[in-house]
């Protein structure tokens, strides 16, 4: 019974304890699912989220305006402005799908003008290939399966088949289909996929409606990357003046120059950076440029930005102020212009330049140069051009002769008469053809003595006695080497530290024979630019002193509630090259004939000069040349080339000219050079022709 | 040992416990854009902030209605003698409007720009964290509310619809932090009578100003004058009040001129709203809707 009672028992409990067994291992089961599922969703949730939502933060750079250039007296030579702009920044990542797509929506809303090589060969800038791109990310899934299709049938291992291939898979007829918003959308996609992952390029920047301003910026929600900005674009309030020194900035699709793309890039520039690209551009890109603004830029896991925030607004490049006054650089123009009109012969161009004797600066410089029958501004001849300069040189001669000693205040009268040698030209002074006749050097600057010159080069080469028709017994290379010496002091042959780059230091002639010295001390060999030539009469005017000639002399920032010209950066000090080592009485000399020139008594200066109400002093030049210009044919045609240096007022100079006139015909008797720098000193005291009226369209 | 696993319980715990589960991480995983179940919370939240708003306004009402009652008497009587005119002016105006719609007629103009329906709706929920983000207002797409259309508070325009549930929608305010979504194109009338255009970009917390740039002009522009919306990017439309001109300045890098508006609505102080409903389609409207989106 107990027995049976007990079997009863096991029995009875046994069943239900085995299904609650079962049961409780599927609870205890279930139990680690959900505990594993809650932590899963609840504790590491938010960090497997996070994982999914990964944004990176990287920093992108945004353009920012480039510094302008103004006047000496603050006037605005190039200036910004700004244009409004539609920008897109590209994602880490994004596919092209993606941007195919957001061109697709931009293309409803703004129109990018284009021509399809469809349309035209010549003028494209939508070539076949930009459509077969665009194509291609906008119909990704048709594309897919075509060259599925194709590798399929032709049994092509599909990791061979590359874009390139695919691309070809795309038939011309696809291409004609698109229509006009298509073929927008796809010059749009042209202008996003040039973009560098997380930097900014322009879509458009060029004349962007208003409305399409509004609408990009009310729908930029949908345009995932694309915004609206404002760019800017360089402008010349004073149209030409100076263009050819001012230099050019590269578009946004140049960039930067190829050459030195590695520099810049280290520098911090990005590939599609504007950049000074020539002269005062290019010397004060440093200066120009600015500091980039710097947009903190969050990415998501999938590359996409989705947040940008401005960290630092950038700084906009400083600003240059000139030493050039754009009121006598535009009469200097007027006055180049009026010579020109009066060209002969091959005479194609004329250089004005003015130099502050006493700190370097250029007030102006005025070049203009006839191309093709066109009148071109030539401000970049001014140092880059070279000519043979004549008899302006001879004040450099005689101080080279008080420099090297063969001449002193006490000691400087020579017997001028018609020089003659074996094996060397003979030598005579224009208004001194046969006679003899004692010339202290005052003399022979006033009366232009090219015997006094070549008996100090003579001197020079140690040759005292001049017997006629003897070989010259100097050695040639040694007094010319000596002769180019000082002159390089004055600036004539030596770079003039000018602050620009590619500056011509003029050429010197080969030296084949002892007599090429003797023309040289009357400017006949070497070959000297009008910025040098500029240089060294504001030597001869301040007495000495060589400054590098400068066209720079503020840099300063900008206002930020005007936008005009800011506060004083940094003041750019006079650079003075070197001092002559000559004595006072010697410059009081040489000044004194170049007074004789404009003021005595003799030839045709005194009477161009007579009635002017500054004291001007000055030093002509006529050099027999040979034509070197644009004109390839007449190359080596014997000319005259007229010039002219001066400095005024006499007592204490502020201003010294060079002239130059190339190319006028052999034999040529005029005055242009004179009544040029007489017109162009008019212009800068203001008196005569530029005194009634302060500038000519006003 | 038989009691505590009893099937019933037990399975009814474990049903309860998935069941919690499930409603944890489905609100926690926010996959697209406006998830069912985030629609459901923002309508119950809608229902019980209405809840407790209507007591509240009842009570507050009543004072102010007390109040008005002395000033509806003045009013009254002056209204009297206002509908005596009414008549009249209606007339005028049934004349205006066929000669209206007859000159639109022969300009084959269909609507213009300014034509927009209004819905109003009162704001039910605004979260102290992003107090110049976002408002909720107790208006859906039952009432007929789509993304992008704009709102404006009493006195001017404040921001953007930028989610919609059936019952209740957010708005975007035009103080929004991250402003992408809520950029507007802003006009400006000169003295001259040039009208220059601008977008509404930022918003600068410390002065309390909107800031419109993009502008390309350098017309003098004077304090005080009225900032309207353009209507020129499709999406808001024309003419609605945004703020005055509080003070032109350069922008910092002084290339063109930014201008710092005064908001005529107090963003602190919302409470109804109007939304505009826009009737004028233009080339891109509703082109961008959501559904439309490849990537979401």
């Not at chain 1, 990791?159 to 038939?171: A, C, G, R, S, T």
């Not at chain 1, 002559?580 to 161009?608: C, D, Y």
Request: proline fraction near 3%.
């Amino acid at each position: 019974m107990v027995a049976k009672q007990n079997k009863q028992k096991d029995s009875k409990s046994h069943v239900p304890f085995r299904l609650n067994l079962l049961f409780f291992i599927i609870f205890v089961l279930f139990a680690i699912l959900i505990i594993q599922l809650g932590f899963l969703q609840i504790i590491r949730g938010e960090d497997f989220k996070a994982e999914v939502q990964r944004t990176e933060s990287t920093i992108i750079q945004g353009n920012v305006p480039r510094g302008e250039i103004y006047d000496a007296h603050l006037k605005k030579i190039v200036g910004n402005e700004a244009t409004n702009a539609i920008i897109y920044t590209r994602g880490k990542n994004t596919e092209a799908k993606t941007m195919a797509t957001t061109a697709s929506r931009l293309s409803k809303i703004i129109s990018l003008p284009h021509v399809t090589e469809l349309e035209n060969e010549e003028k494209k800038d939508l070539t076949i290939r930009d459509l077969k791109d665009y194509y291609f990310a906008a119909h990704q899934e048709e594309m897919e399966e075509r060259i599925e299709n194709y590798v399929h049938k032709n049994k092509i291992n599909s990791n061979n088949f590359d874009y390139e291939d695919q691309l070809e898979l795309i038939k011309e007829s696809d291409l004609e289909r698109m229509h006009d918003e298509e073929l927008n959308a796809a010059a749009i996609y042209k202008k996003m996929n040039s973009a560098y992952a997380l930097s900014a390029v322009n879509i458009k920047n060029k004349d962007v409606t208003s409305e399409e301003m509004a609408a990009v910026a009310e729908n930029a929600e949908y345009l995932p990357g694309v915004n609206t900005s404002t760019d800017w674009e360089r402008v010349y309030p004073l149209d030409d003046m100076l263009r050819s020194v001012l230099g050019t900035v590269s578009t946004e699709k140049q960039g930067l120059p190829e050459s030195q793309l590695n520099a810049y890039l280290a520098k911090g520039y990005s590939r599609n950076d504007r950049v000074g690209t020539s002269l005062i551009e290019l010397q004060y890109e440093d200066v120009l440029r600015g500091t980039k603004s710097r947009l903190q830029t969050e990415v998501n896991a999938s590359g996409d930005i989705i947040k940008q925030v401005e960290r630092y607004a950038g700084e906009k490049g400083d600003n240059l102020v000139l030493t050039i006054d754009t009121e006598i650089q535009k009469r200097f123009d007027e006055v180049a212009l009026n010579t020109l009109a009066q060209r002969q012969g091959l005479n194609d161009s004329v250089y004005i330049t003015a130099i502050n004797p006493k700190n370097g600066d250029i007030i102006a410089m005025s070049g203009k140069k006839i191309v093709k029958g066109e009148i071109e501004d030539d401000a970049l001849g001014v140092f880059q051009n070279s000519f043979t300069m004549g008899s302006s040189v001879k004040p450099a001669t005689v101080l080279s002769g008080y420099l090297d000693g063969v001449i002193s205040v006490d000691n400087n009268v020579i017997v001028d008469m018609p020089l003659q040698f074996q094996g060397s030209e003979n030598i005579s002074s224009v208004y001194n053809r046969h006679g003899v006749k004692y010339l202290s050097d005052i003399q022979a600057l006033a009366e232009s003595s090219n015997v006094y010159m070549a008996m100090l080069a003579m001197r020079m080469g140690g040759y005292y006695d001049y017997k006629p028709n003897e070989f010259l017994p100097i050695d040639a290379e040694e007094t010319i080497a000596k002769m180019r010496k000082y002159n390089r002091q004055f600036g004539l042959g030596s770079p003039t530290g000018i602050d620009l780059p590619n500056e011509s230091i003029g050429q010197p002639g080969e030296v084949t024979n002892a007599g090429q010295a003797l023309f040289n001390a009357f400017g006949q060999f070497d070959t000297y630019t009008p910025l040098q030539h500029a240089q060294y009469a504001a030597t001869i005017a301040n007495g000495g002193i060589r400054y590098a000639p400068r066209l720079v002399r503020e840099i300063r920032g900008t206002n930020p509630d005007t936008g005009e010209l800011g506060a004083l950066k940094t003041k750019i000090e006079p650079k003075i090259l070197n001092e002559i080592n000559v004595s006072k009485e010697a410059f009081n000399r040489v000044h004194q004939s170049m007074w004789q020139v404009a003021n005595g008594s003799l030839g045709l200066t005194p009477a161009v000069f007579r009635g002017a109400p500054y004291t001007f002093a000055g030093k002509t030049g006529t050099a027999e040349a040979y034509y070197w210009g644009e004109n390839e044919s007449m190359r080596g045609t014997p000319v005259y080339n007229m010039t002219f240096i001066g400095f005024a007022p006499y007592d204490d100079p502020e201003i010294a000219v060079s002239v130059v006139v190339p190319y006028l015909p052999s034999g040529y008797l005029g005055t242009i050079h004179v009544e040029t720098i007489r017109n162009a000193m008019d212009a800068y005291f203001g008196v005569g022709r530029f005194g009634s009226h302060t500038s000519s369209d006003e | 040992m038989k009691k505590f696993f009893s099937n019933k319980k037990l399975i009814g715990l474990l049903i309860t416990v998935i069941l919690f589960i499930t409603v944890l991480s489905l609100s926690f995983n926010r996959m697209g854009n406006i998830p069912f179940f985030q629609t459901i919370t923002n309508d119950v939240t809608g229902v019980f902030g209405r809840l407790f708003e209507a007591p509240i306004r009842a009570v507050d009402g009543l004072f102010s209605k007390v109040n008005n009652l002395q000033d509806t008497y003045i009013e009254n009587q002056r209204l009297k003698k206002e509908i005596d005119r009414i008549g009249e002016v209606q007339a005028e105006n049934q004349a205006i409007r066929q000669e209206n719609e007859k000159l639109k007629e022969e300009l084959e103009l269909q609507a213009t720009l300014t034509e927009y329906e209004k819905i109003t709706a009162t704001v039910i929920a605004r979260n102290p964290d992003k107090w110049l983000d976002i408002v909720v207002i107790d208006r859906g797409s039952t009432d007929g509310l789509k993304v992008g259309m704009s709102v404006l508070g009493g006195k001017g325009l404040i921001g953007r619809i930028t989610e919609v549930n059936p019952t209740s929608s957010k708005v975007m305010l035009l103080t929004h932090a991250e402003q992408q979504a809520v950029q507007t194109s802003a006009e400006v009338t000169t003295e001259d009578g040039e009208t220059i255009y601008g977008v509404i970009t930022h918003y600068d917390p410390q002065r309390k100003q909107l800031i419109m740039d993009r502008i390309t002009s350098d017309a003098t522009i004077e304090e005080g004058t009225s900032v309207v919306s353009s209507g020129l990017g499709g999406v808001v439309p024309r003419g609605l009040l945004i703020g005055e001109v509080a003070e032109v300045s350069m922008d910092e890098h002084g290339l063109s001129q930014q201008i710092y508006v005064t908001p005529t609505e107090d963003f602190d102080q919302i409470r109804f709203v109007t939304v505009i409903s826009r009737n004028a389609r233009t080339v891109n409207e509703n082109e961008f809707s959501k559904e439309e989106e490849p990537n979401e």
